[in-house]
């Protein structure tokens, strides 16, 4: 019973260190159920306690995990903007000026006061070392419902004169399995909105 008293010594070490429950059992590998029965055996209800509390903390954990992250609000696309340059460690002005636009315009799309057009999200994209649809994707406005519009993908694979039959069949195949497979997503982009005023042309970072 040697081993039963260790589960236990290692289940009260856990749980007064907060550690989770299912890392504990977890660390006690292939002989889990087999220490937990024998601590139960020798300790009865004190042992069922102990590793009750640590699997319960572990659910509760979990649950506000889960909330939490379901709570969190989407951010917005200047929000994105914002966290990216911020990361590179490059300032608003040096930015701006990189960008091409002016310093208070710049500050205007990180608050979401203005919707940029695509050609600033483009340049925006080339200075954050992405895409403008990685951006749009962040800040969650692709939508899965339909395709970009013009030709198809299928269409266009199926129209290649310098696809033989077979590849044809696999770029097919492979295309399917990534548009129809559990959370796929099509991309149909869902524009912002516009302030309601024309659209502003880039203007030159402030000197």
Do not use: W
């Amino acid at each position: 019973m040697q081993d039963a008293h260790e589960v236990l010594r290692r289940a009260r070490q856990q749980r007064a260190e907060g550690i989770a429950g299912d890392e504990f059992l977890e660390g006690l590998g292939g002989r889990a159920f087999r220490l937990v029965v024998e601590a139960l055996a020798l300790f009865g209800g004190r042992g069922l306690l102990i590793l009750c509390h640590v699997r319960k903390r572990t659910r509760a954990r979990r649950v506000y995990a889960r909330r939490s992250l379901a709570d969190e609000p989407q951010p917005s696309l200047g929000e994105i903007i914002r966290r990216q340059r911020e990361l590179g460690e490059i300032s608003m002005r040096q930015f701006a000026d990189v960008v091409g636009i002016s310093n208070p315009y710049l500050s205007q799309i990180e608050r979401g006061l203005r919707a940029p057009s695509e050609r600033v999200v483009d340049a925006i994209a080339d200075a954050l070392r992405t895409t403008s649809l990685a951006l749009y994707e962040q800040a969650g406005l692709l939508e899965a419902e339909d395709e970009p519009e013009g030709t198809s993908v299928p269409d266009a694979i199926r129209a290649d004169p310098r696809l033989g039959p077979a590849q044809r069949r696999a770029l097919l195949g492979v295309y399917d399995a990534f548009v129809s497979g559990p959370g796929a997503r099509q991309m149909r982009r869902r524009r912002p909105e516009t302030d309601g005023e024309a659209e502003p042309q880039p203007e030159r970072a402030d000197s």
